[in-house]
């Protein structure tokens, strides 16, 4: 390779190591950004809303000031007199003893107030000085005379006309403190919260050219009355409590009212609106840039780890692979050590020297974040260049090589081999709850008794671990378990008849390739015996064919000749007996040769089957039909339950004729004599059904599956002249169609069942 091809190569790698590092500093920063933003906990959402007034804020803003209105208008009548605040008001009255009813004013209470520790603080909150002047105000439960802020209808039980001192103090100083905020606020102070209050001839505003013409030139309004419910608005979303607290305001003011709500959206006022709208706007880009630098970082970062991990370790070598240290040939375990050594003692550094550089330069509230921030830069800049140095002996072929872990393994192969599957099973098992039982007794140890980020870290190391030793051992029980699978639908390929079925063995290992040759040896000898034995019934088949051709030949001769001196009619009765029975032998000698061959035919399969669709309800009368006559010889009734509409079923005419024939004959050959034939014929989920049933004339000392077997007769006497091959023949030809044969026998009941699928 050229030297400055690879120079080249190695110049775009520190730029490609810059330009991550360049890559995660910006991610960091737009993390920062966001995180540090006054909007950050409420998502994204917000920054869907195009300007202040239409964002979830502004809404909380003017609801709040809505209540905060409706308060002011309450506590009006309390505080004020001519509309200015009077100290010499009256607020409460307490009965404290027999003929000692004391009047509180605004300047007693807040007299009073000041002396034990009271302030309202720049919040308008009631706060405490001094605890301990507090705690001197008497308990005692006074009787209340009355409350200009309460309504009186409150009291339903008598102890709740009776108050504490500290309780009247704080209860009334809380609603003052509200008046001086609605006060400053809405009187005082310019606003840009504009309102209007009319309750017949009393009105309450902060701006005399509100009303129901110039409402609608502010940026945002809302107009409700007492002559209806709906509230009249531009806002994002209807007030909370404007109706509620507009009609609630009647319980002290006359009606009917007008209420006029308005927000100028110009901000000609320097209230709380123009501060949080400048605020929200710079809040709104500080934002963007945020997720500009967050995703600009990790696009970045993803690039140049991409290219740092394709091209990691490339070079001119034999292996293709240059390691740039004796580091990287450390192996992988001992660099994972390594890791978390230095993760803790740079955690140790920047608790004592980092967070007190952090307390100088940035703001109190954003301590515990930046601490955790630098901690996790520290974590990412130290696991960065042990990641790739494993990740170049991987690349070199050393990972597993140089790892103590297949040492470990290596010791244990042997010892694991002689062992059983159960054991291992076991044995795996066992080591999977250790390490869970281990793994989550630390991390419930760790729950409960560490809360620094260290502690959560060595916990998060733990778990990794735990996951790969989780991960390991399921792989080693999923494999020996799809091996098993295999070994299993193998032996079920082989018991369904193939026994050509053979497993690569090269797929398995450990004690289970054992298992896999004896498998396939098995298989093996199946193949053979069944080679064997198809060649065997080839030759039985070739025999018997081959005989009866040889036997039907001069048989033929033996029928003609036996024909033709009939013929001549010899007039001695004796030879004319003789000769009948030579007839009626030489019938059946042939009858017997071509069910024989027939027999051959079905068995080797060397028959051809044409279905067609066949009306089987038509080819039953057809052959009800055909033995009437001759079961009438014998007494034999035929009773058939037929439907009255066709069943069509796709068969082969000819032999399904043969098969019934056959059967037929049977029930003609061992029914009992003068006795009924049924013939039933039904048809249900697309099933039709045959049933021919009769009574034996002999016992039916014989199995029903030995009946279709070849040359077995019912009759064990062998009395009648059947070949013992009619049911043999009709089962063989019924399934060659596609259908199923069933002999069913009750005692002296002879049954026969066909099923065909029902067009």
């Given at each position: 390779?050229?030297?400055?091809?690879?120079f080249?190569k190695?110049?775009?790698?520190?730029?490609?190591?810059v330009?991550?590092?360049?890559?995660?500093?910006?991610?960091v920063c737009?993390?920062?950004i966001?995180?540090?933003?006054?909007n950050f906990n409420?998502g994204?959402?917000?920054?869907?809303?195009?300007?202040?007034?239409?964002s979830?804020?502004?809404?909380?803003q003017?609801?709040s000031?809505?209540?905060l209105?409706f308060?002011?208008a309450n506590?009006k009548?309390?505080?004020?007199t001519?509309g200015?605040?009077?100290i010499?008001?009256?607020?409460?009255?307490?009965?404290?003893?027999?003929?000692n009813?004391?009047?509180?004013?605004?300047?007693?209470?807040i007299?009073?107030?000041?002396?034990?520790?009271?302030?309202?603080?720049?919040?308008?909150?009631?706060?405490?000085?001094?605890?301990?002047?507090?705690?001197?105000?008497?308990?005692?439960?006074y009787?209340?005379?009355?409350r200009t802020?309460?309504n009186?209808s409150?009291?339903?039980?008598?102890?709740?006309a009776y108050?504490?001192?500290k309780t009247?103090i704080?209860e009334s100083?809380?609603?003052?403190s509200?008046?001086?905020?609605?006060?400053?606020?809405?009187?005082?102070?310019?606003?840009?919260f504009r309102?209007?209050l009319?309750?017949?001839?009393?009105?309450?505003?902060?701006d005399?050219?509100?009303?129901?013409?110039?409402?609608?030139?502010?940026?945002r309004?809302?107009?409700?009355?007492?002559?209806?419910?709906?509230v009249?608005?531009n806002?994002?979303?209807v007030?909370?409590e404007?109706?509620?607290?507009?009609?609630?305001?009647t319980?002290?003011?006359?009606?009917?009212y007008?209420?006029?709500i308005a927000?100028?959206?110009?901000y000609t006022a320097?209230?709380?609106?123009?501060?949080?709208?400048?605020?929200?706007?710079?809040?709104?880009?500080?934002?963007?840039?945020?997720?500009?630098?967050?995703?600009?970082g990790?696009?970045?970062?993803?690039?140049?780890?991409c290219?740092?991990v394709?091209?990691?370790g490339?070079?001119?070598?034999?292996?293709?692979?240059?390691?740039?240290?004796l580091?990287d040939?450390?192996?992988?375990?001992?660099?994972?050590?390594?890791l978390?050594?230095?993760v803790?003692?740079?955690?140790?550094?920047?608790?004592?020297?980092?967070?007190?550089?952090i307390?100088?330069y940035?703001?109190?509230i954003?301590w515990?974040?930046?601490?955790?921030?630098l901690?996790y830069?520290?974590?990412?800049?130290v696991t960065l260049?042990i990641?790739?140095?494993i990740?170049?002996?991987?690349?070199?072929?050393?990972?597993?090589?140089?790892?103590?872990?297949?040492?470990?393994?290596?010791?244990?192969?042997?010892y694991?081999?002689?062992?059983?599957?159960?054991?291992?099973?076991?044995?795996?098992?066992?080591?999977?709850?250790?390490?869970?039982?281990?793994v989550?007794?630390?991390?419930?140890?760790?729950?409960?008794n560490?809360?620094?980020?260290?502690?959560?870290?060595?916990?998060?190391i733990?778990?990794?671990i735990?996951?790969?030793?989780?991960i390991v051992?399921?792989?080693k029980t999923?494999?020996t378990?799809?091996a098993?699978?295999?070994?299993?639908?193998?032996?079920?390929?082989?018991?369904?008849g193939?026994?050509?079925?053979?497993?690569?063995?090269?797929?398995?290992?450990?004690g289970?390739?054992?298992?896999?040759?004896?498998?396939n040896?098995?298989?093996?000898g199946?193949q053979?015996?069944i080679?064997?034995?198809?060649?065997?019934e080839?030759?039985?088949a070739?025999?018997?064919?081959?005989?009866?051709?040889?036997?039907?030949?001069?048989l033929?001769?033996?029928?003609?000749?036996v024909?033709?001196?009939?013929?001549?009619?010899?007039?001695?009765?004796?030879?004319?007996?003789?000769l009948?029975?030579?007839?009626?032998k030489?019938?059946?000698?042939?009858?017997l040769?071509?069910?024989?061959v027939?027999a051959?035919?079905?068995?080797s399969?060397?028959?051809?089957?044409?279905?067609?669709?066949?009306?089987?309800?038509?080819?039953?009368?057809?052959?009800?039909?055909?033995?009437?006559?001759k079961?009438?010889?014998?007494?034999?009734?035929?009773?058939?339950?037929?439907?009255?509409?066709?069943?069509?079923?796709?068969?082969?005419?000819r032999?399904l004729w043969?098969?019934?024939?056959?059967?037929?004959?049977?029930?003609?050959?061992?029914a009992?004599?003068n006795?009924r034939?049924?013939?039933?014929?039904?048809?249900?989920?697309?099933?039709?059904?045959?049933?021919?049933?009769?009574?034996?004339?002999?016992?039916l000392?014989?199995?029903?599956?030995?009946?279709?077997?070849?040359?077995?007769?019912?009759?064990?006497s062998?009395?009648?002249?059947g070949?013992?091959?009619?049911?043999?023949?009709?089962?063989?030809?019924?399934?060659?169609?596609?259908g199923?044969?069933?002999?069913?026998?009750?005692?002296?009941?002879?049954?026969?069942?066909?099923?065909f699928?029902?067009?």
């Open positions: 390779m050229d030297k400055g091809i690879f080249s190695g110049r775009l790698k520190i730029w490609a190591v330009l991550h590092l360049t890559a995660f500093i910006i991610f737009g993390v920062s966001i995180y540090c933003n006054e409420k994204l959402l917000w920054m869907n809303a195009e300007k202040y007034d239409e979830p804020a502004f809404m909380k003017v609801d000031d809505i209540s209105l308060s002011y506590l009548d309390v505080f004020e001519d200015k605040l009077d010499n008001k009256k607020i409460f009255g307490l009965n404290m003893g027999p003929s009813d004391v009047d509180f004013t605004v300047g007693s209470i007299e009073y107030a000041k002396r034990h520790g009271y302030y309202i603080d720049e919040h308008y909150q009631l706060s405490v000085v001094d605890q301990s002047l507090v705690n001197q105000i008497e308990d005692t439960s009787f209340v005379n009355y802020y309460a009186d409150a009291i339903v039980e008598p102890g709740d108050m504490s001192m009247a704080t100083i809380g609603l003052l509200k008046y001086y905020e609605a006060y400053e606020r809405f009187v005082l102070k310019p606003s840009n309102y209007r009319e309750y017949g001839d009393i009105i309450y505003t902060n005399r050219t509100l009303n129901i013409k110039t409402v609608y030139d502010y940026g309004f809302a107009i409700t009355s007492s002559q209806g419910m709906l009249e608005t806002l994002s979303k007030p909370n404007l109706s509620f607290q507009a009609e609630k305001l319980d002290k003011l006359q009606k009917p007008q209420v006029y927000v100028n959206t110009l320097t209230d709380v609106y123009a501060v949080e709208n400048v605020n929200y706007l710079s809040q709104r880009r500080l934002y963007a840039l945020g997720l500009v630098f967050v995703t600009l990790i696009i970045l970062m993803g690039i140049s780890l290219y740092l394709a091209f990691c490339h070079s001119e070598n034999e292996n293709g692979i240059r390691l740039n240290s580091f040939f450390i192996p992988f375990e001992v660099k994972i050590l390594l978390i050594f230095v803790v003692i740079l955690f140790a550094v920047n608790n004592f020297i980092g967070n007190r550089l307390h100088i940035i703001e109190k954003h515990n974040f930046a601490s955790q921030m901690n830069v520290a974590v990412y800049l260049p990641a790739f140095s990740l170049r002996e991987y690349k070199a072929g050393l990972l597993w090589k140089n790892s103590y872990t297949k040492v470990i393994k290596e010791s244990f192969s042997v694991m081999l002689k062992r059983s599957f159960k054991k291992k099973l076991g044995s795996n098992f066992l080591v999977m709850i250790l390490a869970d039982f281990v989550v007794t630390l991390f419930l140890l760790t729950t409960i560490v809360k620094s980020l260290l502690g959560r870290l060595t916990i998060f733990c778990f990794i735990f996951l790969i030793i989780n051992i399921f792989n999923y494999k378990a799809a098993f699978d295999k070994i299993a639908e193998a032996i079920k390929q082989i018991a369904n193939d026994t050509r079925y053979r497993l690569d063995e090269s797929e398995f290992s450990g289970e390739i054992s298992v896999v040759k004896d498998l040896n098995i298989s093996k199946f053979g015996a080679n064997e034995q198809v060649k065997s080839r030759l039985k070739d025999l018997i064919t081959n005989v009866s051709h040889d036997i039907k030949t001069p033929t001769s033996i029928i003609n000749y024909d033709l001196i009939k013929r001549e009619k010899p007039e001695n009765a004796k030879i004319q007996e003789y009948d029975v030579l007839s009626l030489s019938q059946h000698l042939k009858n040769t071509e069910d024989l027939e051959s035919k079905v068995s399969g060397n028959i051809s089957v044409e279905l067609r669709d066949i009306d089987l309800v038509e080819m039953i009368n057809q052959t009800n039909g055909e033995f009437e006559e079961f009438s010889q014998k007494g034999l009734k035929i009773i058939s339950i037929l439907p009255s509409s066709s069943i069509m079923i796709r068969a082969d005419g032999h043969r098969v019934l024939e056959n059967l037929y004959n049977n029930t003609f050959k061992y009992a004599k006795s034939v049924y013939i039933d014929i039904s048809s249900e989920n697309n099933i039709a059904t045959f049933v021919i049933k009769n009574i034996s004339e002999n016992p000392n014989i199995r029903p599956d030995e009946l279709t077997e070849r040359f077995v007769r019912g009759d064990v062998r009395t009648t002249e070949s013992g091959l009619g049911l043999s023949i009709a089962k063989s030809l019924t399934i060659l169609q596609g199923k044969f069933d002999i069913i026998i009750d005692g002296d009941l002879f049954k026969v069942q066909i099923r699928k029902a067009v």
